[in-house]
């Protein structure tokens, strides 16, 4: 019945709620309510599985190549970027299709699943108004499918990276695997904070382009990190703008999947003293930076999580 919770019978106060309100709860404490409602998600994970399928089914719909356009993109894009970093305005990383297609893949995922998430709310006012059910299926059920294609795309390059980068991308897929999952944590924290502002702040919904474009040129998928620190030995701006870099957290996801399916990228200086850049076999990124990317993933989206349910106490009102 309109809202009340699965498998739960109706009470007077149950009837008497205006639709599409939550039932009440008691007041509890910033970690004990997470928990609370993190208990309420786990409940609600056959909703997700639906809400997921439909995602990818709506998607292909009367698609003639199906599937195959999460890896054309990519593609197109790897196409694009190697012809003009790669011959045009030249970046000398040995194999840059590879080099690109790792760290794509990573930024491309975010970038769809956040900006899919973006209208998860606004658009589904009338699911919203007719029945509870928690309200952060909607947007997680967007990033869940976005990873499923991002793995799917995985699988489809796999080969290609094996012929440029050799077997030791198949040792390293356990830590592609983390990355994934904790890529995933992050994205869904970011997709929960926005689907929940963009209620109130329609604007979000078009700030959120350029904000995207420009962070997409703030984190080292077309060249690698230590091209700028290379200019900041002599140029301010390009040291200002390393200091940027390396304090984006999408250039420590990037890093971790670069490592593992590309290799390290390193700078090395020649007899003339001018430096050049060389490339590694795929390696497993430090401890380190695991725990880095651990740390702002979870913390993204216990943020995330805790503003998302404050913005939903007026979803029923303002969709």
Same mark, same amino acid.
């Given at each position: ?134 309200? =952060?299926? !909607?947007?997680? #059920?967007?990033? $869940?499918?976005? @990873?499923?294609?991002? %793995?799917?795309?995985? &699988?489809? /390059? ?122 590694? =076999?795929? !390696?497993?990124? #430090?401890?380190? $930076?695991?725990? @880095?990317?651990?740390? %702002?993933?979870?913390? &993204?989206? /216990? ?17």
């Amino acid at each position: 019945a309109p809202g009340q919770r699965p498998g739960a019978s109706p009470s007077p106060a149950d009837r008497a709620r205006p639709v599409g309100l939550p039932p009440p709860r008691r007041t509890l404490g910033g970690v004990r309510a997470l928990r609370e409602k993190l208990i309420d998600l786990w409940r609600a994970r056959e909703l997700v599985r639906q809400f997921v399928g439909k995602e990818l089914k709506v998607r292909y719909k009367n698609s003639v190549l199906g599937f195959f356009w999460s890896l054309l993109t990519p593609a197109l894009m790897t196409v694009v970027f190697t012809v003009v970093f790669g011959f045009v305005i030249r970046i000398n990383v040995v194999d840059f299709a590879a080099f690109f297609l790792t760290g794509y893949i990573a930024w491309q995922f975010f970038n769809n699943a956040v900006t899919g998430s973006l209208t998860a709310i606004t658009g589904s006012g009338n699911l919203i108004k007719k029945v509870y059910f928690p309200r =952060e299926v !909607l947007p997680l #059920s967007i990033v $869940l499918s976005q @990873a499923i294609h991002m %793995v799917l795309t995985l &699988v489809a /390059v796999l080969p290609y990276l094996v012929w440029t980068r050799g077997w030791g991308v198949l040792t390293h897929l356990p830590a592609v695997a983390v990355g994934i999952v904790l890529l995933t944590i992050f994205a869904s924290g970011f997709s929960m904070l926005l689907a929940g502002a963009n209620v109130g702040l329609r604007d979000l919904q078009e700030l959120i382009v350029v904000v995207f474009l420009i962070w997409f040129y703030a984190t080292p998928v077309i060249y690698p990190v230590q091209l700028v620190a290379e200019a900041g030995k002599t140029s301010s701006i390009a040291q200002f703008f390393t200091h940027v870099i390396n304090l984006n957290p999408m250039t420590w996801f990037v890093k971790l999947f670069r490592e593992a399916l590309y290799g390290g990228v390193t700078t090395v200086e020649g007899p003339s003293g001018q430096s050049t850049l060389q490339s590694t =076999e795929p !390696l497993f990124s #430090s401890p380190e $930076l695991f725990l @880095a990317v651990t740390g %702002v993933a979870l913390s &993204v989206f /216990v943020v995330g999580y805790m503003a998302f349910n404050h913005f939903a106490r007026t979803f029923a009102k303002e969709v």
